[in-house]
């Protein structure tokens, strides 16, 4: 076939041709861009209900390291990142930033600067990785609707300070983000959080967190081992557990 007359049956075949990238609905442009917690309106983190098994692994974790003294105890003073849903229900006030690229949603986190790297329309079971403090995710839009599945998740020791659950490999979270408005009929960000672990909880975990619009809050550094070696420099008294 002769170059042009092959231009030709190529042109005519593209409207045919599956999509190469899966596109954002229009909805993605209000949801772009910087959002702070908002502390007033969103759910706290409910109770977990744990099976029996669960609640004892948790009580031996306390019997093995506790008492747990809240004023030290605590993996963050040490830059340890808490793995998610964690920053998703923050409610102290660090933004995050939403980007939408091609077949991917990324989500920055000011708060240990976290990153999560959300691929749209590829499968769960196809990824091959370790578990993270973020995990694994992927997304798929239904409407105006994003839901987003996390799961490989890193699991920490039962009975943290934190007062967190244990995890077990079967843990699963699905956000459902949605845009909305407030009372005063300001743009707002909604994410229905729902955890489900058959190994560890009852019955699955719901709740909802809201975030405000911020177009003028800037995403910045969160250098949490700069803030430890200033302690050091300036000869101040830390509360780090493992340096006294």
Request: proline residues 9%; neutral net charge; aromatic residues 8%.
């Amino acid at each position: 076939m002769k170059r042009p007359a092959l231009l030709l049956a190529l042109a005519a075949a593209l409207p045919f041709a599956p999509a190469l990238h899966a596109a954002h609905p229009a909805v993605s442009g209000e949801m772009a861009g910087v959002w702070l917690p908002d502390s007033k309106r969103s759910d706290r983190a409910p109770r977990v209900p744990l099976h029996p098994e669960a609640a004892e692994s948790r009580e031996k974790w306390l019997a093995e390291y506790g008492p747990v003294d809240q004023r030290i105890d605590d993996t963050n003073a040490s830059c340890i990142a808490e793995p998610m849903p964690w920053p998703a229900r923050l409610i102290a006030q660090y933004p995050f930033e939403l980007l939408f690229t091609t077949d991917r949603v990324t989500v920055f986190y000011e708060v240990f600067g976290s990153l999560r790297r959300i691929p749209i329309g590829t499968p769960r079971n196809t990824f091959d990785s370790l578990p993270s403090a973020m995990g694994t995710s992927s997304g798929r839009w239904e409407g105006d609707t994003l839901v987003v599945e996390t799961h490989t998740i890193r699991r920490d020791g039962a009975g943290k300070p934190t007062g967190d659950a244990p995890i077990s490999n079967a843990r699963r979270i699905i956000e459902r983000f949605s845009m909305g408005k407030d009372e005063a009929g300001n743009k707002q960000l909604r994410n229905e959080l729902t955890i489900v672990d058959p190994v560890v909880l009852t019955a699955p975990v719901k709740f909802t967190m809201r975030y405000k619009w911020s177009p003028d809050i800037f995403v910045g550094e969160y250098l949490c081992q700069q803030d430890i070696w200033d302690q050091n420099l300036q000869g101040s008294p830390s509360s780090v557990p493992w340096r006294k």
